[in-house]
């Protein structure tokens, strides 16, 4: 552009500049629907209640084994008496 034509089109967007500066004045901008307060706290309980179901989890599978475990020392145990009492060893 030449600068008689900016000279001409200055008004113009004087005028331009000026609602656009009314507008954004009266504009409101929301912020983005998973910032709101109770999907925040929504996200955290759903966090917590993930975590609490892992450690409910784990928790039940480390009592298992030590079931299991004990079970097997058990058998063990009554495996060599069997054994001992015969006169054999193990």
């Known amino acids: 552009m030449s600068r008689a034509s900016l000279v001409l089109l200055a ?3 004087a005028s331009f500049s000026a609602e656009t500066d009314a507008a954004r004045a009266t504009a409101e901008v929301q912020g983005s629907f998973w910032q709101a ?20 989890f784990l928790r039940t599978r480390w009592r298992e084994r030590a079931i299991a475990t004990a079970k097997l020392e058990a058998s063990q145990a009554q495996l060599r008496m069997v054994l001992a009492s015969a006169g054999c060893e193990l």
């Open 37 to 56: 307060h109770w999907l925040q706290i929504g996200f955290g309980m759903a966090l917590l209640l993930m975590f609490l179901g892992a450690i409910w």
């Open 11 to 13: 008004p113009i967007l």
